[in-house]
């Protein structure tokens, strides 16, 4: 028994280090993302307030609220190790659960099939409630097994809390206490009228949650799963569990159809010639609270579109064991038998890694070289961007009172609002320009029209600290008199301020934009803003002095030094020549001189060391667009003496040759002196392909490789359907 447990322990370290080695982490998918934000940005109260509009109670989201506050931390893969580690207790119960059924045999029997099987492994690193729903349910299962043999006043508190704590997680776990109700109810063991009194206490406290609940739940719920093109029939539901517990979620779905028909056969074979003398009782029991659970389950699909495979986690190791327990009775080749098409559907996992969440565009790409450390306001929580970058915080716009406090209380934020809904906020923003600047906006595009997005970076307004005359005057009238300073230092991902008092000496017929640029000594451009200025100059009356405010925001990628601030006019409509001339010669007029701070922060972990530059392990991820998939790698770097910035190369190496990457934001060649860190995001053209496939992705300097990872490749012609396995395809 001693050796036992020390290999149960082995098995938990396996099972932690898969899913360790599968899990993506530095991305988060569109549900995961879901989680993070209400995490991140509410309260506990609030949390639970927005989940009675959503699909799931609140106790694991409060979890996670609590991690975040404890640990602060700023990446998926902190929220994924903490979901592996309350998935991880399922493989002990399950080991004691096989032991009374079928033995010490029966026992590791379940727990080998466990640590590598592909759903479970899938599930635990999910920043999402099922790996704690799988170790819940086996605890219930447990200590139901305990109370018919040897029943206690512990056992039965211990019994109801865990029901408490599992309603409040998810709400399929209802079907699971019901039928250890009925089973404990017929069995009837010592104190069992106590034990469903205490029980009942917190069915009621359910029950008035879901009463708040349940409208918003099923509303919402429904209008997303319908989504999914499928209506299948309660025994294609119970089908869809098997194949998943067998292959997992990214199998192919005719593959993941035929090996779960075959598994089936191979189980009926083996239950029919099943060895005598193992406890029969124990495994009906068991059999009982699986196979219910499941079968309701499988009925509500006929009213609900309710039949993903994760609904049903919390009796993964019930029917587990059921399944085991007399085929290791008879021989141990027929777990063999089953493992072997979870290794190959484990195979399959790390491509989670390369699936582009449909509700990422290019913004995110913008956004992470423009500046990441201000909070961001969005109108659609699929916009929110927390998860891949994570100095960012997204907070609810549609809520005034988050909408108030980050108005109030940050010099600057993000809006992203719903291009689809503009009519909702385009008043709001037209009022807020009175306070605010506005430095930065952008129009993305996407194929599903709710996720087009217009994204805005506005900044409080600041007087100036002094005024400096200008003289300048341009040929069609136009006046500088005078420039406001705020400040002369700025820090990459922060935006700089200045004022302008501007006149004309005669009526401007046309319109005309006026542009700021950041310019170094060799007259490269590394940061711009362009706009008309308010009001627009063909509006303006001779004579009267006009103020305009100008923000810039310096992009990540700028390296430290001095640069000058320059301003110049082109006629509204063009691509930004001709410019207007200035009668002192020339067509901009330098301000002054800005000068730029290194952005200093510790490295990474993996971090990579030359004897030129310091990078950190890049993150690499597929996005979605209207022209298709492409490969997106954000690289932060920094200089060690002296680094050209056009030293860099990305590159991604596959069977049909190498495919180059592009910077997203075009950076100037130039020699970077000095520590200070910069990011750049880098994509690749538009991926095609048949199948998913395993390519690597080099990043050199100076023709020298100083990174490369294996990257799963996703092409758009491919399909992984997250709830139906069966509409996965990978053609050939």
């Known amino acids: ?352 890694q390369s699936f582009p969440d449909a509700g990422d565009t290019r913004e995110i790409g913008a956004l992470a070289v423009m500046g990441n450390e201000d909070p961001i306001l969005i109108q659609a929580w699929w916009h929110s961007l927390w998860p891949e970058y994570p100095a960012f915080r997204s907070y609810d716009w549609s809520d005034p009172r988050q909408r108030s406090r980050i108005i109030s209380q940050y010099p600057s934020f993000w809006f992203i609002g719903v291009s689809l809904y503009r009519g909702n906020w385009e008043d709001w923003l037209a009022e807020l320009r009175s306070t605010h600047l506005v430095d930065f906006s952008m129009e993305i595009d996407h194929f599903v029209l709710e996720r087009r997005a217009s994204i805005f970076h506005l900044v409080r307004k600041i007087p100036p600290t002094r005024w400096v005359p200008a003289g300048a005057q341009w040929e069609n009238g136009l006046r500088l008199d005078s420039v406001g300073w705020i400040d002369e230092k700025v820090v990459p991902g922060r935006s700089f301020q200045i004022a302008l008092r501007l006149s004309t000496d005669r009526l401007i017929e046309r319109r005309w934009t006026l542009f700021l640029h950041l310019v170094d000594e060799g007259g490269r451009l590394w940061a711009n803003w362009d706009a008309e200025p308010d009001p627009i100059v063909s509006e303006w009356i001779p004579g009267q002095e006009i103020v305009v405010g100008r923000s810039l925001m310096i992009p990540l990628y700028v390296p430290p030094g001095r640069y000058r601030l320059q301003i110049g006019w082109y006629e509204t409509g063009t691509p930004g020549f001709p410019r207007l001339p200035l009668q002192q010669g020339g067509d901009s007029w330098v301000l002054g001189e800005v000068e730029v701070l290194p952005r200093i922060m510790a490295s990474r972990i993996g971090a990579v060391v030359t004897d030129f530059v310091e990078m950190d392990p890049p993150v690499v991820r597929m996005v979605q667009g209207v022209d298709g998939w492409r490969l997106e790698v954000q690289m932060r770097w920094q200089s060690r003496g002296r680094a050209h910035t056009s030293g860099w190369q990305v590159r991604l190496s596959t069977p049909g040759g190498l495919v180059p990457l592009e910077r997203v934001h075009p950076v100037p060649d130039a020699v970077v002196s000095g520590g200070g860190w910069l990011t750049e995001v880098w994509v690749s053209p538009p991926l095609h392909g048949t199948r998913p496939a395993l390519n690597q992705l080099e990043i050199l300097y100076e023709g020298q490789r100083i990174a490369d990872r294996p990257v799963w490749l996703f092409p758009s012609e491919a399909g992984w359907v997250y709830g139906w396995l069966f509409l996965n395809r990978f053609p050939r």
């Open 1 to 352: 028994m001693g050796k036992a447990r020390w290999l149960v322990l082995v098995a938990m370290g396996i099972a932690f280090w898969v899913a360790i080695v599968m899990m993506p982490p530095e991305l988060a998918q569109i549900d995961e993302k879901h989680v993070l934000w209400q995490a991140s940005s509410y309260g506990v109260l609030e949390i639970a307030r927005n989940l009675m509009r959503d699909s799931h109670p609140p106790v694991y989201y409060w979890i996670i609220h609590l991690w975040w506050k404890i640990g602060g931390f700023d990446r998926p893969y902190g929220y994924r190790v903490l979901s592996i580690l309350l998935g991880l207790p399922a493989l002990p119960l399950a080991f004691q659960i096989g032991r009374r059924v079928a033995g010490v045999r029966g026992g590791l029997g379940a727990v080998a099939f466990m640590m590598i099987n592909p759903f479970y492994i899938f599930q635990l690193f999910l920043i999402r409630m099922y790996g704690l729903v799988i170790a819940l349910g086996a605890a219930l299962a447990w200590l139901m097994l305990r109370m018919r043999r040897r029943p206690s006043w512990g056992l039965w508190v211990g019994w109801a809390i865990l029901q408490g704590v599992l309603l409040f997680t998810h709400y399929y776990s209802a079907l699971l206490i019901g039928a250890q109700i009925v089973v404990l109810g017929l069995r009837r063991p010592r104190g069992w009228r106590v034990g469903f009194l205490i029980s009942m206490i917190l069915w009621g406290a359910w029950g008035i949650w879901l009463l708040q609940a349940y409208s918003g739940t099923m509303e919402n719920t429904v209008r997303n799963l319908s989504a999914i093109p499928v209506r299948p029939a309660p025994w294609e539901v119970v089908e869809h569990f098997w194949a998943n517990l067998l292959v997992g979620p990214l199998a192919d779905g005719s593959f993941a159809r035929a090996v779960g028909m075959g598994a089936a056969l191979a189980v009926v074979v083996g239950l029919v010639l099943r060895r005598r003398g193992w406890r029969s009782r124990e495994w009906r029991e068991i059999g009982l609270i699986a196979w219910l659970p499941l079968g309701i389950g499988a009925l509500i699909a006929l009213r609900w579109p309710f039949f993903g495979a994760r609904y049903f986690a919390m009796v993964l190791v019930p029917f587990l064991i059921w399944i085991i327990a007399p085929l290791m009775a008879r021989s141990g080749l027929f777990l063999v038998a089953l493992l072997v098409p979870g290794l190959i559907g484990l195979s399959t996992v790390p491509m989670v």
